[in-house]
């Protein structure tokens, strides 16, 4: 399976993105669950959110709980992250990642979308 991560850019703080994950091969995109991470400069990558293969659950890390949604379009093939309220801390290179059901880990990933939050 194929993921490309798309939608970052520069925004002020206080602004709001959308990142977009197209999924695209290997089985169909509902046989997933997609997780979307973050690598900020000179940092580990880290979770930022997920959503199950049906939508019907989603998790969050901490910072960005009731500022982040996580969605899912199965019929696009697409899977969301919307992003109010951002701060220069969200500032990273955002990916997308597969996890097909039954798996233990994400097995597939795309490439990143650098989101920067500056005054």
């Known amino acids: 399976v194929q993921l490309q991560a798309s939608g970052g850019g520069l925004v002020l703080p206080g602004d709001s993105l959308r990142l977009s994950c197209s999924v695209s091969?290997?089985?169909?995109?509902?046989?997933?669950?997609i997780g979307w991470f973050r690598q900020a400069p000179g940092k580990e990558r880290e979770f930022v959110a997920s959503i199950t293969s049906n939508g019907g659950t989603t998790d969050y890390t901490g910072s960005v709980k009731g500022r982040f949604t996580i969605s899912r379009d199965n019929a696009k093939n697409a899977v969301y992250l919307q992003m109010n309220n951002l701060k220069s801390e969200d500032t990273a290179v955002y990916y997308c990642a597969a996890q097909r059901i039954g798996a233990l880990r994400y097995g597939y990933w795309g490439q990143g979308t650098l989101v920067t939050v500056s005054s």
């Open positions: 091969g290997g089985y169909s995109v509902d046989y997933y669950a």
